[in-house]
């Protein structure tokens, strides 16, 4: 059988690490039509010898960059890190034939200097030949190419359930308000990592305080547990600040395995129901609201699911801009 694949280089920043299953799932779709995908860290030493030598690579595609110098402690090191990742934008300029940023957010989840974010996207965008977002946006202009969904597992499902909130808690969730608004009589499982004192106190205060039908567990979850949550689960809840992201891997991870999303009726949640009408807006997360609700059966989701972010049409749309 023919190999019709393009013979080109493609590298994907960061790494894959075994923990974000986006960037295994772009990679595979990007093997499907090139023959040379892998993941590469932003390197100025090692693009620097590859240049010496002679040698450039095709493709860079950027995932998170801008957000990588808020992993530091300290405005002084987060600054510091500021200029490494300018720096290696400067030489990836030089090293690579073409540079595509994919923007996820409009701004970190974790507290940040805006200066230097600034400065940062400033440089990003400078030397990127195209940027990318899974969503229109007005803010500046991009390609719109679909974000993949997650590759169903065999999962251990669990006795059905109503209510779920999961992923890594952080203050753009807006956990605390939703539970602000929730019926006491009514269940509701979260379960995530919340790597903040204070945010963890508040939502361990506001469940003990008397909301006893909401469980909490901060914990990192595996994804063979989380697919089986997913696989039970009547309705997952996404609060998110609209102000913050431009897409949440949580809605594509929930439809993959066929979970009502229920969406608060915003800017954000209206686009998703356009593109994918299979979800619920909600003007709060109070007992009216919720009761008014009547789930979309699994299947139908699922089925909608793959043909809205199927992997061929993902693929043919890399393609097209790669080609460009």
Same mark, same amino acid.
């Given at each position: 059988?023919? %190999?019709?694949?393009?013979?080109?280089?493609?590298?994907?920043?960061?790494? *894959?690490?075994?923990?974000?299953?986006?960037?295994?799932?772009?990679? &595979?779709?990007?093997?499907?039509?090139?023959?040379?995908?892998? *993941? !590469?860290?932003?390197?100025?030493?090692? @693009?620097?010898?590859? +240049?010496?030598?002679? /040698?450039?690579?095709?493709?860079?595609?950027?995932?998170?960059?801008?957000?990588?110098?808020?992993?530091?402690?300290?405005?002084?090191?987060?600054?510091?890190?500021? &200029?490494?990742?300018?720096?290696? @934008?400067?030489?990836?300029?030089?090293?690579? /034939?073409?540079?595509?940023?994919?923007?996820?957010?409009?701004?970190?989840? +974790?507290?940040?200097?805006?200066?230097?974010? /600034?400065?940062?996207?400033?440089?990003?965008?400078?030397?990127?030949?195209?940027?990318?977002?899974?969503?229109?946006?007005?803010?500046?202009?991009?390609?719109?190419?679909?974000?993949?969904?997650?590759?169903?597992?065999?999962?251990?499902?669990?006795?059905? *359930?109503?209510?779920?909130?999961?992923?890594?808690?952080?203050?753009?969730?807006?956990?605390?308000?939703?539970?602000?608004?929730?019926?006491?009589?009514?269940?509701?499982?979260?379960?995530?990592?919340?790597?903040?004192?204070?945010?963890?106190?508040?939502?361990?205060?506001?469940?003990? %305080?008397?909301?006893?039908?909401?469980?909490?567990?901060? /914990?990192? @979850?595996?994804?063979?547990?989380?697919?089986?949550?997913?696989?039970?689960?009547?309705?997952?809840?996404?609060?998110?600040?609209?102000?913050? @992201?431009?897409?949440?891997?949580?809605?594509?991870?929930?439809?993959?395995?066929?979970?009502?999303?229920?969406?608060?009726?915003?800017?954000?949640?209206?686009? !998703?129901?356009?593109? *994918?009408?299979?979800?619920?807006?909600?003007?709060?997360?109070? %007992?009216?609201?919720?009761?008014?609700?009547?789930?979309?059966?699994?299947?139908?989701?699922?089925?909608?699911?793959?043909?809205?972010?199927? %992997?061929?049409?993902?693929?043919?749309?890399?393609?097209?801009?790669?080609?460009?």
């Amino acid at each position: 059988m023919q %190999d019709c694949k393009t013979d080109k280089n493609i590298c994907i920043f960061p790494k *894959f690490q075994g923990d974000n299953e986006y960037l295994l799932n772009l990679s &595979l779709i990007l093997k499907s039509q090139y023959t040379d995908v892998e *993941f !590469v860290a932003l390197s100025p030493k090692t @693009m620097l010898k590859n +240049l010496l030598k002679g /040698r450039r690579a095709d493709v860079l595609i950027l995932n998170w960059l801008e957000d990588y110098p808020c992993l530091k402690k300290g405005v002084f090191a987060e600054g510091l890190e500021s &200029l490494r990742v300018v720096l290696g @934008m400067v030489i990836a300029s030089l090293y690579y /034939r073409k540079i595509i940023w994919v923007r996820h957010n409009y701004k970190p989840h +974790l507290e940040h200097s805006k200066f230097c974010y /600034r400065i940062l996207c400033g440089a990003i965008r400078l030397f990127s030949d195209e940027i990318v977002t899974h969503r229109n946006v007005e803010e500046f202009a991009s390609h719109v190419i679909p974000h993949p969904l997650y590759k169903q597992t065999d999962a251990n499902k669990v006795d059905a *359930f109503n209510y779920l909130i999961f992923g890594n808690i952080k203050p753009y969730k807006n956990i605390p308000l939703i539970l602000r608004n929730w019926a006491p009589e009514r269940e509701l499982k979260i379960i995530g990592k919340c790597k903040s004192a204070e945010l963890n106190d508040e939502i361990t205060a506001l469940i003990k %305080d008397g909301l006893p039908k909401v469980t909490y567990e901060n /914990r990192f @979850m595996d994804v063979e547990e989380l697919n089986g949550l997913l696989s039970s689960v009547t309705f997952a809840i996404l609060g998110h600040e609209e102000e913050s @992201m431009i897409v949440s891997g949580t809605f594509y991870h929930a439809i993959s395995y066929g979970a009502n999303v229920i969406l608060k009726d915003s800017a954000y949640g209206r686009s !998703v129901k356009k593109e *994918f009408p299979l979800v619920h807006l909600v003007r709060d997360f109070g %007992d009216d609201a919720l009761s008014a609700l009547t789930p979309f059966p699994r299947e139908k989701i699922i089925a909608l699911a793959n043909h809205t972010y199927s %992997d061929t049409v993902i693929a043919q749309q890399w393609q097209r801009l790669l080609e460009q």
